[in-house]
T-cell receptor, first 115, second 111 residues
Framework: NAGVMQNPRHLVRRRGQEARLRCSPM?????VYWYRQLPEEGLKFMVYLQKENIIDESGMPKERFSAEFPKEGPSILRIQQVVRGDSAAYFC?????????????FGSGTRLTVV | KQEVTQIPAALSVPEGENLVLNCSFT??????LQWFRQDPGKGLTSLLL?????REQTSGRLNASLDKSSGRSTLYIAASQPGDSATYLC??????????FGTGTRLLVSP
């Protein structure tokens, strides 16, 4: 039973390019969460999705960031026109429908570097 | 707004010591609390989950306690080993769908 799979593990983008981060939840998990860890800062909630629905995006920056979790395939976090301040580790977590009752399972993260 | 604080921010101990990591949160209306371990450049490994109706959980050399009324949790590590060196993160569930993390305690255990 594979855990939460994130890819790529490392991603380098030049300023102004687009970054696409992928997350495949654990088998049987229908809820996906994205968190961001800026250098020397704690992890911060970004967005919570269920299949084909964004449930809570209160932590997403208002511009350039979007997330989706289609009926088929992984969840995607998309960052358009990246800037240096987007450099961070992006972690995805998944859970069954009862959310955090049994705790989230996190992936290994994608480390985005903007040059 | 829920805020989670971890003390100390960093800790260096010789191998074999028993140690306590502290976590405090400002709003006692939490659901669950989870302790994670993060190794440099790696992901988060869940250590212990304390559900809201529980007061403590144990796994091997680790024991975590939760006192919701006082807004505190402690992670106790017995007989520390160099392999325990990592950053330890405390996180509270403000609902079943959102985690608020502390900034972590960076632990170094020397041989």
């Amino acid at each position: 039973n594979a855990g939460v799979m994130q890819n790529p593990r490392h991603l380098v983008r030049r300023r102004g390019q687009e970054a696409r981060l992928r997350c495949s939840p654990m088998k049987g998990h229908s809820h996906v969460y994205w968190y961001r860890q800026l250098p020397e800062e704690g992890l911060k909630f970004m967005v919570y999705l269920q299949k084909e629905n964004i449930i809570d995006e209160s932590g997403m920056p208002k511009e350039r960031f979007s997330a989706e979790f289609p009926k088929e395939g992984p969840s995607i976090l998309r960052i358009q026109q990246v800037v240096r301040g987007d450099s961070a580790a992006y972690f995805c977590a998944s859970s069954p429908p009862d959310g955090g009752y049994y705790g989230y399972t996190f992936g290994s993260g994608t480390r985005l570097t903007v040059v | 707004k829920q805020e989670v604080t971890q003390i100390p921010a960093a800790l260096s101990v010789p191998e074999g010591e028993n140690l306590v990591l502290n976590c405090s949160f400002t709003d006692s209306a939490i659901y669950n609390l989870q302790w994670f371990r993060q190794d440099p450049g790696k992901g988060l490994t869940s250590l212990l989950l304390i559900q809201s109706s529980q007061r403590e959980q144990t796994s091997g050399r680790l024991n975590a306690s939760l006192d919701k009324s006082s807004g505190r949790s402690t992670l106790y590590i017995a007989a520390s080993q160099p392999g325990d060196s990592a950053t330890y993160l405390c996180a509270v569930y403000t609902g079943f769908q959102k985690l608020v993390f502390g900034t972590g305690t960076r632990l170094l255990v020397s041989p």
